[in-house]
T-cell receptor, first 114, second 112 residues
Framework: GENVEQHPSTLSVQEGDSAVIKCTYS??????FPWYKQELGKRPQLIID?????GEKKDQRIAVTLNKTAKHFSLHITETQPEDSAVYFC?????????????FGEGTQLTVNP | EAQVTQNPRYLITVTGKKLTVTCSQN?????MSWYRQDPGLGLRQIYY???????DKGDVPEGYKVSRKEKRNFPLILESPSPNQTSLYFC???????????FGPGTRLLVL
């Protein structure tokens, strides 16, 4: 099956700084890589995703990059704000079963200090 | 309003007492799934269903059962709960044509 590792487990930044969270995966056939954000006491919600046929995707202050050769993908948040404080999860499917099954990373607790 | 609902939201029970956590969606989504969330372990998939009467095991199915008799409902059954099943449980759904999963509000379960 798929193995997804996420680093760091905790990340603290000052407001306005950038934050980067990295995930590695094991199955070279994986083709879909979402990122979910979970605020305290809330449900996870998709914030951005990328398919294996592109190397980067941006949506305002957030971006995801994918390196298929090295089997890792990263979440980049620029100009961080206090409301970005949350737990972030990456995920990857085993093989090409995109969306049907997802293996999640352990999560990164991001704290943005005002 | 499009939504995924779970009931109950909070439950305290004792070892061995059968329980069911319900998940219902009104979006006509084909795909439904159950996850458990534990500190430091992220979200782990328990079971998933691609459509009515089609279910399959996820990564941690032991101790759980599911059924998909109707498209809108996907109950999670714990026949004989044990303390190691104390966790936060999420149901998630998505339509077959989209990969984004929509999570329910979560059910916090404590097994004594």
């Amino acid at each position: 099956g798929e193995n997804v590792e996420q680093h760091p487990s905790t990340l603290s930044v000052q407001e306005g700084d950038s934050a980067v969270i990295k995930c590695t995966y094991s199955d070279s056939a994986s083709n879909y890589f979402p990122w979910y954000k979970q605020e305290l006491g809330k449900r996870p919600q998709l914030i951005i995703d990328i398919r294996s046929n592109v190397g980067e995707k941006k949506d305002q202050r957030i971006a995801v990059t994918l390196n298929k050769t090295a089997k890792h993908f990263s979440l980049h948040i620029t100009e961080t704000q206090p409301e970005d404080s949350a737990v972030y999860f990456c995920a990857a499917p085993p093989g090409e079963t995109s969306g049907s099954r997802l293996t999640f990373g352990e999560g990164t607790q991001l704290t943005v200090n005002p | 309003e499009a939504q995924v609902t779970q009931n109950p939201r909070y439950l305290i029970t004792v070892t061995g007492k059968k329980l069911t956590v319900t998940c219902s969606q009104n979006m006509n989504h084909e795909y439904m799934s159950w996850y458990r969330q534990d500190p430091g372990l992220g979200l782990r998939q328990i079971y998933y269903s691609m459509n009515v009467e089609v279910t399959d095991k996820g990564d941690v199915p032991e101790g759980y059962k599911v059924s998909r008799k109707e498209k809108r409902n996907f109950p999670l059954i714990l026949e004989s709960p044990s303390p190691n099943q104390t966790s936060l449980y999420f149901c998630a759904t998505r339509p077959y044509w989209q990969e984004t999963q929509y999570f329910g509000p979560g059910t916090r379960l404590l097994v004594l």
